[in-house]
């Protein structure tokens, strides 16, 4: 899981939320997200700050074991 969808585009300014319509489709994709995570048998975030929203969403605390880290990047002076 490389981001939250539905999220970037309102942070990006795509989908304002004042619009009825944005509203309407925003509260659409994050119930399809929240759905799709728990049908998910394993679910693959690239960074620790996703798996920490992933389980803040509704509370997955009973998948976190179903959830692995995999960084996109390194920092190669601390290993």
């Not at 539905?6 to 795509?14: F, N, P, Q, Y």
């Not at 995570?37 to 969403?57: D, M, V, Y």
């Not at 692995?68 to 190669?76: G, R, W």
Request: glycine residues 6%; aromatic residues 14%.
């Amino acid at each position: 899981m490389r981001g939250f969808w539905a999220d970037e585009r309102v942070e990006g300014g795509l989908w304002n939320l004042k619009n009825p319509f944005y509203k309407l489709v925003y509260f659409y994709f994050k119930r399809k997200e929240k759905q799709f995570l728990l049908e998910s048998s394993h679910i693959i975030s690239l960074t620790h700050n996703g798996k920490k929203n992933i389980l803040k969403i509704s509370s997955f605390t009973h998948l976190e074991s179903n959830i692995s880290v995999i960084p996109c990047c390194t920092d190669l002076k601390s290993i």
